[in-house]
């Protein structure tokens, strides 16, 4: 079980991509976007006509689908490009097709099965920050840093909206609040892996912080603690 992992957990639009990122590159070692990985797994299902909302009337068929899908695909992550079966679809991640889907793709045991192993074998291959719902809960519980990192509901969708509007996408910030709180529901309440901070975790509020603030704070006790360490 690897333990050289930071594992930072939260709600969507908490900062964990962007504080994970620059983490990492501090740190000199690798980023695991976990999210993105459920989202390639939810665009590949869509681009099969079978993702859950388009298989509500037959799930049992419609899982049979997904599972073949699943075990026919190969997943990589290579210098934070997200590649499924040879092809790059880093770019078809975000969008709300997606968004609208990937909560209930994510809530799939087998799902997430697959995506554990694949996470646990990215870190066996060396240290690295690792974003998700259950990075310190589930998928690396030895993980030596474990972080739970949140914000206010109305300042996540503020950071979402203003990501939809670098994509050239105006939606209202209503509208995100609304969305974003429905998948913090389905995300938290699911009953495979839901989203909880680990008991070990340390909770840091990001609302009013910079994203250098944060990524400082966490660089600090990384390091601190590798130098103790080392003495
Ligand atoms: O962090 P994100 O918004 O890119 O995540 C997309 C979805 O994937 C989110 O609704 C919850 C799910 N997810 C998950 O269930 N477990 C993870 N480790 C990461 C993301």
Redesign the pocket.
């Known amino acids: 079980m690897p333990t050289e992992v930071v594992a930072i957990?939260g709600p969507?639009g908490a900062g964990?991509?962007t504080v994970a990122r620059q983490l990492a590159q501090r740190l000199g070692f690798g980023f695991l976007?976990?999210?993105?990985?459920?989202?390639a797994i939810t665009w590949l299902f869509l681009q099969a006509g079978c993702a859950p909302a388009e298989c509500a009337a037959e799930p049992d068929q419609g899982h049979a689908r997904m599972r073949a899908c699943l075990q026919q695909s190969r997943l990589e992550l290579q210098n934070g490009r997200v590649v499924l079966n040879g092809r790059d679809v880093t770019e078809h991640l975000r969008t709300r097709e997606v968004?609208s889907q990937?909560?209930a793709v994510?809530?799939l045991s087998f799902v997430?099965a697959a995506?554990r192993d694949l996470q646990r074998a990215v870190a066996q291959a060396g240290p690295v920050v690792a974003?998700?719902?259950?990075?310190g809960s589930v998928?690396f519980p030895m993980a030596r840093w474990k972080v739970y990192l949140d914000a206010a509901p109305s300042e996540r969708a503020r950071r979402r909206c203003q990501d939809f509007a670098r994509q050239g996408r105006e939606v209202s910030e209503a509208l995100v609040l609304e969305e974003i709180l429905v998948?913090d529901r389905?995300?938290s309440t699911r009953s495979d892996?839901p989203?909880r901070q680990a008991a070990d975790a340390i909770y840091i509020d990001s609302t009013g912080l910079t994203t250098e603030s944060v990524v400082a704070q966490l660089f600090a006790r990384v390091r601190g603690d590798e130098v103790r360490e080392a003495l």
């Open positions: 957990d969507s964990k991509s976007d976990t999210g993105a990985m459920y989202r968004e990937v909560s994510s809530a997430r995506m974003e998700g719902r259950d990075m998928v998948r389905l995300d892996a989203l």
